[in-house]
């Protein structure tokens, strides 16, 4: 659209906005508005973040993916809800999803069978790269966690684990919520998805492996031992290759996949029996996807590089 200069006093210009567009963004007379300078173009940002709202109808079919279709709204920027047709037991279910991974979100409203969940709370966008370090720190707390419990042979810390689990996803998917909003500027938002998905994953794989060991009778097994420190290791080069920029650490971890995945892993398995080779084909999964989660990184190391 086009806008013709209206000359004022001192020398400058104003020039009309369009009422339509003001409306939707909700600014009336006196509000402030930030003019931002980018090469030849000039950016008004409201400062007034435009509400998405949606609806969605349970049926018999949809029911069962209630916790999908929240956290798919989720991530799709929507701040308020509303989900008709509820019963009791489903509200519970949205009650659940709301407090566990919707940062920011709570319910507002609720009638016999409606209910409304609303982004009253939500951390700004800034408090992006803060969200990411946290995420790679719960893992590297999880981890700790893990191998002493290993090494003391108890497993007394489900509940902890399961916590670190669902405050990730937390993480995770406000992360990418963010990804999704247009005023958000990031140079590769479809690598850092792919990187987010690959650190759930990591803390995911984690939580299984630690599930089953606080469900099983396990004797201390120092090989096992043994590669739970590797991992350590092995995700602190991942932590560089993604906070230095160091691409000797990946080149490291590249490696070390012999050693790891096909080496040690496959020689343990072998001579295993019984839960152990559960335990270690945990261990060989989590040792993969260190492995092939460093491609986000890799590729963002190689277009910044050839720029």
């Avoid at 806008?3 to 007379?29: C, E, H, N, S």
């Avoid at 590769?188 to 990187?195: A, G």
């Avoid at 029996?273 to 084909?281: A, H, P």
Wanted: charged letters at 35%; glycine letters at 4%; a positive charge.
């Amino acid at each position: 659209m086009k806008r013709k200069l209206i000359k004022q006093g001192g020398g400058g210009f104003t020039v009309y906005l369009p009422k339509k567009w003001a409306d939707k963004k909700g600014l009336k007379p006196g509000d402030q508005i930030d003019i931002k300078e980018t090469g030849t173009a000039l950016t008004i940002d409201t400062a007034v973040k435009e509400k998405k709202e949606t609806t969605i109808e349970i049926t018999e079919e949809n029911k069962k993916d209630l916790k999908i279709l929240l956290t798919h709204l989720y991530r799709r920027g929507f701040d308020t809800i509303t989900i008709r047709n509820i019963d009791e037991s489903l509200l519970n279910i949205v009650k659940e999803v709301t407090t566990k991974i919707l940062l920011g979100f709570e319910i507002t409203e609720k009638d016999e069978n409606k209910c409304k969940i609303e982004n009253i709370s939500e951390p700004t966008e800034e408090k992006y790269d803060v969200m990411v370090r946290r995420i790679f720190l719960i893992i590297k707390e999880t981890q700790r966690i893990v191998n002493t419990d290993f090494k003391n042979n108890k497993f007394n810390s489900i509940k902890e684990i399961q916590e670190f689990r669902d405050q990730q996803d937390k993480y995770v998917l406000f992360c990418r919520r963010i990804l999704t909003k247009e005023r958000f500027k990031i140079e590769n938002p479809s690598l850092d998805w792919e990187l987010l998905t690959f650190i759930m994953h990591i803390e995911h794989a984690y939580y299984y492996l630690y599930l089953y060991a606080s469900k099983s009778s396990l004797r201390q097994n120092k090989k096992i031992i043994e590669l739970l420190e590797r991992l350590e290791e092995y995700f602190q080069l991942y932590y560089n290759a993604y906070y230095k920029k160091d691409i000797k650490s990946i080149h490291k971890i590249n490696q070390l996949r012999q050693e790891y995945q096909f080496g040690k892993c496959y020689q343990y398995l072998e001579q295993a029996k019984l839960k152990d080779t559960v335990i270690l084909s945990h261990i060989r999964e989590l040792f993969r996807l260190i492995q092939i989660g460093t491609s986000p990184i890799l590729s963002e190391y190689f277009e910044a590089t050839f720029e």
